[in-house]
């Protein structure tokens, strides 16, 4: 058996399984792993996406299309606890709304550059993950796409994100630093609420809306500078940051 290939019902039944490597090169033709990494189990989703699983809980899915969660061949790891993180290969292109929330024995969550969207609520509450590694292709969060994550303390946003949905980082409360593209457009409504460890937020000139109450109880942060770009600020957009003593707006009267 190979961690690519499937019975009958839509999944292998054997106990472990060995990697394809077609061209020899030490790296599996399908899960991208090293073909020295065990897999404990794999299978098949819809519209011919696939998933493995290794001994140490990295839950990998490849195929193509939007992700809407896992597959019914997986879900007896994901009562067990056994996964701990998640990894999407090139070709997945949007996470579904829902798809992967309140998995709360993951710990770090990794997209590859395909990924251009994640859809609201994609990972919420998903209370232990501590690591976020976002795709290069990222152009939208959605809302709460990682409300929730208590453990998170950074993230890291490349060029192309345009907008950070409502709610998308609420409650993220071990959240230190936040590494915002020179592309956002927009910070939508609470997006950043109850993020009471955050102390440093960059704008830049591409900013044009911060929604209402986007950092509401960022108890932490000490200054802002709104660029010249922004054209609306939602009401109470920065009430209960305590220790907030310096604003620079450059942003004209609209």
């Known amino acids: 058996e190979t961690c690519n290939t499937y019975s009958s019902g839509g999944y292998i039944k054997d106990a472990t399984f060995d990697h394809t490597d077609t061209d020899s090169d030490g790296v599996c033709d399908f899960c991208k792993l090293s073909t020295d990494t065990e897999i404990l189990d794999a299978g098949k989703g819809g519209e011919g996406r696939f998933w493995c699983i290794t001994t140490d809980g990295l839950f990998i899915i490849g195929g193509e299309g939007e992700v809407k969660g896992f597959a019914s061949s997986a879900n007896i790891h994901l009562k067990k606890g056994r996964i701990k993180e998640l990894l999407f290969l090139d070709g997945i292109t949007s996470i579904g709304a829902e798809a992967f929330d309140y998995v709360n024995t993951v710990e770090k969550i990794t997209l590859s550059d395909t990924v251009t969207e994640i859809k609201s609520k994609a990972f919420y ?78 704008f830049y000139d591409s900013l044009k809306s911060i929604g209402r109450a986007a950092f509401y109880n960022c108890t932490r942060l000490t200054k802002i500078v709104i660029p010249e770009s922004v054209e609306f600020i939602g009401g109470y957009a920065f009430i209960r940051c305590n220790r907030l003593h310096y604003i620079w707006c450059e942003a004209s009267q609209k």
Do not use: W
């Open 125 to 202: 509450s998903c209370f232990n993950v501590k690591e976020i590694i976002l795709g290069k292709g990222l152009e939208t969060i959605g809302a709460q796409a990682f409300a929730d994550s208590n453990y998170l303390q950074k993230v890291v946003m490349h060029e192309g994100v345009t907008e950070i949905g409502g709610a998308a980082f609420a409650g993220c409360r071990q959240l230190v630093e936040v590494t915002l593209p020179t592309t956002l457009e927009t910070i939508g409504y609470r997006a950043f609420e109850n993020c009471e460890r955050l102390n440093d937020v960059i």
